[in-house]
């Protein structure tokens, strides 16, 4: 099994910044496709940033320019940076990591811009 611990959420104000780091442990031997969602109340889960195995990256037009997905593969571990933040940008945010046909989820970590 794998495991995925987010963290790095909080409260910020508009035009702040934030990097979310999540944490991959258990049955990890080769790198991963990883990324992350984000769910706001009363809307649908929307990938935010993805990063391949082999370092391609990919971002929602809404954060294009904004967030910069990476990874330390020595700590299986991908980050989130997060600049000029605006109060849509709120949700709580989930990583995930895809190994052998399976998605696997963390438990997500809250992002609040205050306007």
């Known amino acids: 099994q794998v495991q995925l611990v987010e963290s790095g959420g909080g409260l910020v104000q508009a035009g702040g910044s934030l990097r979310l780091s999540c944490a991959a442990s258990g049955s990890i031997f080769s790198l991963n496709d990883m990324g992350w969602y984000r769910q706001a109340p009363g809307k649908q889960r929307e990938l935010v940033a993805a990063?391949?195995?082999?370092?391609?990256?990919n971002y929602a037009n809404s954060v294009a320019g904004r967030f910069t997905i990476s990874r330390a593969n020595a700590k299986n571990t991908v980050y989130l940076q997060m600049n000029s933040l605006k109060p849509a940008d709120t949700a709580l945010y989930y990583c995930?990591?895809?190994?052998?046909?399976?998605?696997?989820w963390g438990q997500g970590t809250q992002v609040t811009v205050s306007s």
């Open positions: 990063i391949t195995a082999a370092d391609s990256t």
């Open positions: 995930y990591l895809d190994r052998r046909g399976l998605r696997f």
